[in-house]
């Protein structure tokens, strides 16, 4: 708007200032411009995809030009995944989505929500029908994709005999996988007569009944080109198929309902190869490294075994008898021994003497010595009492040496003042 | 008759069995638990394996054939500017 004062300024005479716009302000009146025009919110448009950019971000930037103009354009993450071709430089494509200023930059750009390659739109529209139709019968589950072998024997190949797939998919396995057989059921590629003979080949080699895994391939192309791997025939003949397929079509960017029939999606029939099959290129040093393990582990074993016997006859020796110490020993018993026996017989001497000794005090024969007498009747009766004699009676005295004949003159009852 | 280095029925397994092979002897030989005698022997084996697995990649020529020859592939073929991707 313009400011409508007259206030005088520094330069003298009056005048309509002009309004000071800051950038921000600029852009988004501009932005609010494009916003409000109904027509720019749903737009299409065919131009030629220049330098596409795939930054970590996932959306992808590129520029939409034709022979005189060119104008920014961004698929963003979302719309990119449900896209069935990835913008690549050259391609002619139709865009529709909406146009909008980007304030930060002061640009405009297309904001695409869906791309198809130009020309093919009613390609697209029976790709579009046949993949919903056949995602529906759950031909494209990833349940029903099979393991590739790891160790394949024979790899059959579907592809032209003469065209530069059939060539690098020998150099890659001849490179990688040496040991094994590949089997090469030719057909056409392109054309109208492509898609039955694909099946064709296709059925030869599941008629062979030895083949592991097919590899299904051929190189870019236009869309038309390419339009035989989008063929319910040939989808079906890849999902049908009694032993793994791998589907490596056109380029990276190109996706047919074949590889999503696939049991493995290769970008491209190059990388099919080197999927089917392991690489065997590193398989020297891997068999050196195993031999290596194995001598490594014998070479321990031994090695342990030696120890263990050196260990064992250590203990042998020191199990065996010390037999100097046994003879330490059995002298030193003897001597024991010995010594035991004769203290023992030492005192058996003293006590017997002693024993002697008391037997000898117990016996009559010392109190006869020692004047006393044993008085005894004719019957041998010891006389303790005068009441066992009478006057006239025999007695038989016995004295220390010998004992005397005597006859009783009286009989005195009471010993006290008879003892002297 | 252990000196033969890939005796004749190891000629006739498949590569990856005697690769497989290879592997289980020496992880029985690294846990150590046989007896001598037969880690000795399972040690021979292994270096037979070897040899001959190792014979076989040396001597593995990728083995390239064809079903039906020209059929469904003779007239229409698709051009080397059209087939240039590999």
């Given at each position: 708007?313009?400011?409508?004062?007259?206030?005088?300024?520094?330069?003298?005479?009056?005048?309509?200032?002009?309004?000071?716009?800051?950038?921000?302000?600029?852009?988004?009146?501009?932005?609010?411009?494009?916003?409000?025009?109904?027509?720019?919110?749903?737009?299409?448009?065919?131009?030629?995809?220049s330098q596409p950019t795939y930054p970590p971000s996932g959306h992808c930037f590129f520029t939409l030009k034709d022979a005189?103009?060119?104008?920014?354009?961004?698929?963003?993450?979302?719309?990119?995944?449900r896209a069935t071709v990835r913008p690549v430089h050259g391609m002619q494509v139709i865009c529709h989505g909406k146009v909008r200023a980007y304030e930060p930059q002061g640009t405009y750009q297309v904001y695409v929500e869906s791309l198809t390659p130009a020309g093919a739109g009613d390609l697209h529209q029976q790709y579009e029908a046949l993949r919903v139709r056949l995602a529906g019968e759950g031909l494209f589950d990833p349940a029903r994709k099979r393991p590739l072998p790891r160790w394949p024997r024979r790899i059959g190949v579907v592809t032209s005999p003469t065209g530069a797939v059939w060539r690098?998919?020998?150099?890659?396995?001849?490179r990688r996988y040496p040991i094994g057989e590949l089997v090469l059921s030719p057909t056409i590629v392109q054309g109208p007569t492509a898609a039955g003979a694909i099946v064709r080949a296709l059925d030869r080699l599941s008629a062979r009944g030895d083949i592991d895994v097919v590899i299904l391939g051929?190189?870019?192309g236009s869309l038309e080109d390419l339009w035989s791997f989008n063929d319910e025939r040939v989808v079906r003949a890849v999902a049908a198929a009694p032993m793994p397929v791998v589907v490596g079509v056109g380029h990276e960017s190109d996706v047919t309902l074949a590889d999503f029939a696939a049991d493995l999606r290769a970008p491209t029939p190059s990388a099919a190869a080197e999927q089917v099959a392991p690489d065997l290129s590193t398989f020297p040093a891997i068999l050196d490294r195993l031999r290596d393990r194995a001598s490594a582990a014998l070479v321990g074993r031994l090695a342990e075994r030696r120890r263990f016997l050196a260990a064992e006859g250590r203990a042998l020796t020191r199990l065996l008898p010390d037999t100097a110490a046994l003879r330490q020993r059995t002298a030193d018993l003897v001597d024991r021994g010995h010594r035991a026996l004769l203290s023992r017989t030492g005192q058996q001497a003293t006590a017997l003497v002693?024993?002697?000794?008391?037997?000898?005090?117990?016996?009559?024969?010392?109190?006869?010595?020692?004047?006393?007498?044993?008085?005894?009747?004719?019957?041998?009766?010891?006389?303790?009492?005068?009441?066992?004699?009478?006057?006239?009676?025999?007695?038989?005295v016995v004295v220390a040496r010998g004992s005397i004949?005597?006859?009783?003159?009286?009989?005195?009852?009471?010993?006290?003042?008879?003892?002297? | 008759m252990t000196d033969q280095p890939a005796a004749d029925d190891l000629a006739a397994r498949p590569f990856d069995e005697l690769v497989a092979e290879l592997q289980r002897i020496v992880q029985a030989l690294e846990t150590g638990n046989l007896p001598l005698e037969e880690s000795i022997a399972r040690y021979r084996e292994a270096l037979r394996l070897h040899a001959a697995a190792e014979q076989r990649l040396r001597e593995a020529e990728l083995s390239i054939s064809q079903l039906g020859r020209g059929l469904d592939a003779g007239g229409e073929e698709e051009t080397a500017a059209a087939d240039s991707d590999g």
């Open positions: 708007m313009v400011n409508d004062s007259d206030q005088p300024t520094l330069w003298g005479a009056p005048r309509a200032a002009p309004r000071i716009l800051r950038v921000t302000d600029l852009n988004r009146r501009v932005r609010a411009l494009l916003d409000g025009d109904p027509a720019l919110a749903d737009v299409w448009v065919e131009g030629e995809v005189a103009s060119q104008v920014k354009a961004v698929l963003f993450r979302e719309e990119l995944a690098d998919i020998g150099n890659v396995l001849r051929r190189g870019g002693g024993l002697a000794d008391a037997l000898r005090a117990l016996s009559p024969a010392a109190t006869l010595e020692r004047g006393y007498a044993v008085v005894r009747l004719a019957d041998g009766t010891i006389v303790r009492d005068p009441a066992q004699t009478a006057a006239g009676e025999l007695l038989d004949g005597a006859r009783v003159d009286r009989v005195t009852p009471g010993t006290e003042e008879l003892l002297p | -």
